[in-house]
């Protein structure tokens, strides 16, 4: 079993998102910090090293290295402004210096693949670089959501993510070689591939994507061994759907949706059991945005264009017990949120 967001390596301890907004998890909670160039409406994604100090960062558009500049051949990338998970790093495995960044455009966009750039961290004097291997296009016209989750193996990863307008997953391997070819596509019987998030479960058997415009999400089993996906169940007629986040445990689902956080007990049985789980907390939505588990093994709720973040303290814990906390942490002012918080493996 492994942490959705390695904090034994606090590589997921800086968080930068929305407009110059940021959290530092290095002292073991939640601390405002500012500095971000990020000037983002949704998708965004950061990395630290092994002692929680920020790499770089992007909206998957324009890298910025750890000084805060645009880090060198870092602009242009084919993520975008509009797309819900607009980029997502991964270390390539077994490397030291390299690091992917995996970028999914949005859905009006020019280019509107799955794509990836390398980024040497040991180049320009420890601030990095974007190589030559740049805006890679694995297949085009890919949904806004893409994920990472750890092979069975402990070394490797799957990059997943949907092809839009069809039922098609695609899982490809990221292994010390690079990206392995061609992908493994599962077809999952269901077409609702638009905005929302693409979440896995931290021990790797569980993606949920939401669907915003369909107002509905699909809970899916992975097979992190071999990266086939099949549907266990669609979950309709909610509102439009945003974010999505498993608790620690994986015992719970939380769902960011019109009416408000949306909790399903994913232990309670049948597919009907666990939709009669539903427990739903009112006027915790001003618009649905993002969730995130963090480093801390608490679950972080954006909200849309304030300077406060939301906080579900105890997410493995079923109805008001979890204890969401509205405006929980106060951004440093000048600060704000808007749709997205950065995605992490």
């Given amino acids: 079993m492994f942490c959705k967001i390695c904090s034994a390596q606090n590589e997921g301890n800086i968080w930068y998102f929305g407009f110059g907004a940021g959290l530092d998890f290095n002292s073991g909670t939640a601390v405002p910090i500012s500095g971000s160039q990020l000037s983002t409406r949704e998708g965004c994604a950061s990395i630290s090293d092994a002692s929680g100090d920020v790499l770089f960062y992007t909206d998957g558009m324009t890298v910025y290295d750890k000084s805060h500049g645009v880090m060198s051949n870092g602009t242009g990338l084919f993520g975008s402004d509009f797309s819900t998970q607009s980029a997502i790093i991964v270390k390539k495995p077994q490397s030291a210096t390299l690091y992917y960044i995996f970028t999914v455009d949005d859905k009006w966009g020019n280019h509107g693949g799955l794509s990836y750039s390398e980024i040497d961290i040991s180049l320009n004097g420890g601030l990095g670089a974007v190589t030559n291997l740049k805006n890679i296009e694995l297949f085009t016209d890919a949904a806004e959501k893409v994920t990472a989750i750890k092979h069975t193996n402990g070394s490797d990863f799957w990059i997943v993510a949907p092809q839009h307008t069809t039922d098609t997953y695609f899982s490809y ?7 392995s070819l061609p992908a493994l596509q599962s077809n ?6 638009d905005r929302g998030y693409l979440s896995a479960s931290s021990d790797g058997t569980k993606i949920c994507a939401a669907y915003g415009n369909s107002n509905s999400f699909d809970l899916f089993n992975f097979d992190s061994s071999t990266g086939v996906l099949t549907l266990q169940f669609t979950r ?3 509102g439009f759907v945003y974010g999505v986040a498993f608790s620690p445990n994986n015992s719970v689902l939380y769902v960011s949706a019109t009416q408000g956080i949306r909790q399903y007990d994913l232990t309670a049985g049948s597919t009907t059991a666990i939709f009669n789980s539903e427990h739903i907390f009112p006027g915790t939505i001003l618009e649905p945005t993002a969730l995130q588990l963090g480093p801390d093994h608490k679950i972080y709720h954006v909200n849309y264009n304030i300077p406060f973040i939301s906080r579900i303290n105890a997410p493995n814990l079923l109805g008001a017990l979890c ?3 509205y ?9 704000y949120s808007k749709h997205g918080l950065p995605s992490f493996f």
């Fill in 236 to 238: 309709t007629n909610i």
């Fill in 188 to 193: 999952t019987s269901v077409v609702h591939n």
């Fill in 323 to 325: 204890n969401y906390q």
């Fill in 173 to 179: 391997l990221l292994t010390s070689t690079g990206i």
């Fill in 327 to 335: 405006n929980a942490v106060q951004l440093i002012d000048g600060t």
